[in-house]
Every structure is written in structure tokens, then in C-alpha cells.
């Protein structure tokens, strides 16, 4: 079964860091790319920023909003990823989720975590 564990969300000021973890488990971790995908009160889920799986040398692809001020990487023997953001802007409030690029076939791609809660603000 698989499941994802947001954790380090918080209340920051503007120009402040964070640091988000994403436990998976249910299936094998180094296998798949993994993403963090935000959503923000009233607007789409996106994608924060992707990181391909162990044996695609771990390149990661990030959004146009976030580029330059995060940085995401993983450790395949916790099963973990990771996403640190600096210089936090107000627009970068959301709830931040972390899930495995499964194909669209796969069922296992419709389980999401909690998330965890980022709110940027003064």
C-alpha cells in the first residue's frame, strides 16, 4: 500500500527557509521519480519540482515560480525527498504533497499524502 508522510511545514516570514521531507513507502522508492506538487486556496495543484529516479542520475526539473530558490533531492536508502526553500515569497503559501511518477495506468498513482502546510506571511 503506498503512503506518503509530509512533515516541516510552518508559518515563515517573507525571505525565511524551510526544509519539507517526504517519507514513501509501498513500493520500491529508487525506482520511480518523485514530485512535489503544491496547492494554494482556490488555485490548481502544480508541480513544485521533479527529481528522476536513482538510475537517471537524480536530475531535477524545476518550476518557473520556484527555480533558483529550491532545491530538491532525495535519499533512496530512507526513502525520503526532500525540498529546501529559500527566500520564501507570500505567493509560495500552499499545501505541499510529494508523490511517485507512477504511469497513468497505475492505480498506485491516485494515493496522495496529507500534505504539509507552508504559509508564508509577516
Known amino acids: 500500500q503506498v503512503q506518503y508522510v509530509e512533515s516541516g511545514g510552518g508559518l515563515v516570514q517573507p525571505g525565511g527557509s524551510l526544509r519539507l521531507s517526504c517519507v514513501a513507502s509501498?513500493?520500491?522508492?529508487?525506482?520511480?521519480?518523485m514530485t512535489w506538487y503544491r496547492q494554494a486556496p482556490g488555485k490548481e495543484r502544480e508541480i513544485v519540482a521533479v527529481?528522476?529516479?536513482?538510475?537517471?542520475?537524480?536530475?531535477?526539473v524545476y518550476g518557473d515560480s520556484v527555480k533558483g530558490r529550491f532545491i530538491m533531492s532525495r535519499d533512496n536508502e530512507a526513502s525520503t525527498v526532500y525540498l529546501q526553500m529559500n527566500s520564501l515569497k507570500p505567493e509560495d503559501t500552499a499545501t505541499y504533497y510529494c508523490?511517485?511518477?507512477?504511469?497513468?495506468?497505475?492505480?498506485?498513482?491516485?494515493?496522495w499524502g496529507q500534505g504539509t502546510q507552508v504559509t508564508v506571511s509577516t
Open positions: 527529481i528522476s529516479r536513482a538510475r537517471a542520475n537524480e536530475s531535477v
Open positions: 509501498g513500493f520500491t522508492f529508487s525506482n520511480y521519480a
Open positions: 508523490r511517485a511518477a507512477f504511469p497513468k495506468t497505475d492505480e498506485r498513482g491516485n494515493t
